[in-house]
Structure formats: C-alpha cells, structure tokens
C-alpha cells in the first residue's frame, strides 16, 4: 500500500480563533485527515514572538486544543500537539538559523507588517520566525504544507534552508511543497475589508467574529459590516466589504458567488447582510456545541495533549537526531 503523505499545519494560539481562521484554514483541515497523516501543532513558541499575558496564552493553548476536537480532527488517527511540548523545536530551530541568511529574513514581509505593528517589541524571536516554522515542517519530515498567501514566503524560505541543509550533508529533510486547498478563501474585516480578519487585532471587535461567539453578537457585527453607497449586491473591487461578505456567505453556505449574487438581486444590503449572518451561525452553531462539550473535560484535553507531544517528539527526535549526527554532535551509544 502507498504511504500516505505527510501534512502540517499549526495554529498561533495569539488570539481567539476567528471566522477567517475558520474559513481560511481549520475547515479544510477536517478534510485532509482521511487523505493524509496529518500533523496539526498549536503554535505557542511562535505566538510569544509578541508579547502574551502567560494567563490567556495557556488557556487559548488549550483552548485552540479544544477546538481542533470540535472540529472533528482525530487524536487517534493524527497528531494534535502543541508546539512547546516537543523540545526538539526550539533545538533545531537554533542549529537552522545557522544555515538561514540574514539577507533571506530581511526580505520577509510578515517582520516588516509585524514589526511595525510592535514596534515596541522588534525582538530577534520575531525576526528569525520563520526559521521555526521551517523547523515545524522539517522535524516531521513533511510533504505538503497548507499555505495561504501571507505564509507563502515562509514556506520558500523554509524549503531554501531545507536545500540548503541537505545540499551539505546529503538528504537529511524531505522538501515540502505548498498544498493549495480546493476550497480557500481569505476573509477580510467587516469595518476595514481592506485589511484581513485577524485573531490579534484588539482595537476593533466589530472588525473580527470569532468562532466561538454568540448569535445575537455576531448578527450585530454582520449588520454594521461596513458597505459602500450603493445598494446592489455584487461582487467587485470597489466593493470591498460586500465582496467580504459574498465571499463569508459562499464560503459557508459551499454556494458559488455567482449563485450568491444571483439569489441576492433586486435585494437591499439589509436583508443580504441578514442572511450572511443567518449563514454563519447556522455553520458556527454545531461546532460552538461541540466546543463547549470538549473544553468543559479538562483532564481529556490534557490527555490528548501529553499523548500528542509523545507522539511529536518520537518522529521529531528521529530527524533531530539524524540532523546532529550529520552536523558533528558528540554521539553516544
Ligand atoms: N482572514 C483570514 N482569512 C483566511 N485565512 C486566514 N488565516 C488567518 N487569517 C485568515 C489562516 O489561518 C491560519 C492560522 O495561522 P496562524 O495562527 O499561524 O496566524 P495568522 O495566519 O497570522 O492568523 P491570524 O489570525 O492573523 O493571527 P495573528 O493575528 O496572530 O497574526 C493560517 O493558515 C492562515 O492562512
């Protein structure tokens, strides 16, 4: 029998999960477990590259744990782990930034939009980020990586480090290539649609849903998502927040746009916007229950968790291992 290809994806826990996240991301990922074995991480060394009350950063983590079961995703037939459990992380990351050039990481433009969001805060973590997250998808020897537009550059550098690496000391990593999901779609704020919904904004809670919140909440922010002066519903590029909206009810409802804006002529933006929003909490609804059902069992979530990084750290440490061989690390029998 083919071996199944391996995938991985993660999650920053630097935030509460959103719509974007949902739509973007975590849906597709409840596909791929029947395909493929599938390495799902909750990203908490990446999210301590901006500043995190230690608090909030351990709940989101379990959280974001909780969340993955809602989903569906199996503990039985993948890997759902988190980051920090897994040493062999923060020991490769060190040993590839000995093999990243500064040059490579001064092009990236996730530091550039990040630093300048934290400009009080430009550490160094910040700065060779994608040298972890090379390390993620190396350790696990990884086929395909899910990648929307923003990580593209990411996974370039990573399979340029992975080169370079194996151009020294033979095929130690296996060299990933992007995954592009069937379906995808990148979801913008509903106040500033320009710029998309991301789980670390603070200072605008009507410009983000989150996954997890109430019906009457997130019909209130669907229906004050701004528009523009016309009164059509149709998708174009001067129409940015009901392009964003046609683009959420697609994506939920699995109607193309065309379908949408068809069902939608002749209807003012009112009653459009009451039926994305319709859509939405129909769609969040099952997995809110789910949600609620698993985060409530703290000692399952902790199991899945220990299990998890047991399992991580087995495959990890087999390619940390072949990596310190290969470098000129003592060797003990
Ligand atoms: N608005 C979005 N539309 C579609 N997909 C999105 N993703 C994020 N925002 C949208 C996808 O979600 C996954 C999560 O990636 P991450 O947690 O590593 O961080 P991110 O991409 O930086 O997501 P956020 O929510 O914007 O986090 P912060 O605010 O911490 O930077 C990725 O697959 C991403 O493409």
Known sequence: MEKKKVIYSAMQPSGVPT????????????????EYNCVFGVANMHAITVRQDPQDLR??????????????????????????????????????NCFTYMGELNRMTQFKDKSQKHSDNINAGLYTYPVLMAGDILLYQSDLVPVGADQKQH?????????????????VFKIPEPYIPK??????GLQNPEKKMSKSESENQNNIIYIFEEPNVIRNKI???????????YYSEDKPGISNLLNIYSSVTGKSIEEAVKEFSGVGY??????????????????????????????????????????????????LNKVKKKIGYPIYK
């Open 59 to 96: 709940k989101r983590t379990k959280d974001i744990m909780a969340l993955f079961l809602a989903l569906g995703l199996d503990p039985e037939k993948n890997i759902i782990y988190v980051q920090s459990d897994v040493k062999a992380h923060a020991e490769i990351a060190w040993i590839l």
């Open 19 to 34: 719509l974007g996240n949902y739509l973007g991301a975590l849906r597709n990922w409840t596909n791929l477990q029947e």
């Open 270 to 319: 009112g009653e459009f916007k009451l039926a994305v929003a319709d859509a939405v909490v129909d769609t969040l609804a099952p997995i809110q229950q789910r949600y609620k059902e698993y985060s409530s069992d703290k000692a399952y979530i902790e199991k899945v968790m220990k299990e998890g990084a047991e399992k991580a750290s087995y495959i990890a440490e087999k390619t």
């Open 155 to 171: 996974l370039e550098i990573c399979r340029d480090i992975a080169g370079r690496f194996n151009g020294v000391y033979g095929d």
């Open 183 to 188: 379906v995808g779609a990148r979801i913008m």
């Open 223 to 233: 229906k004050r998502a701004v528009t523009d002066s016309g009164s059509e519903v």
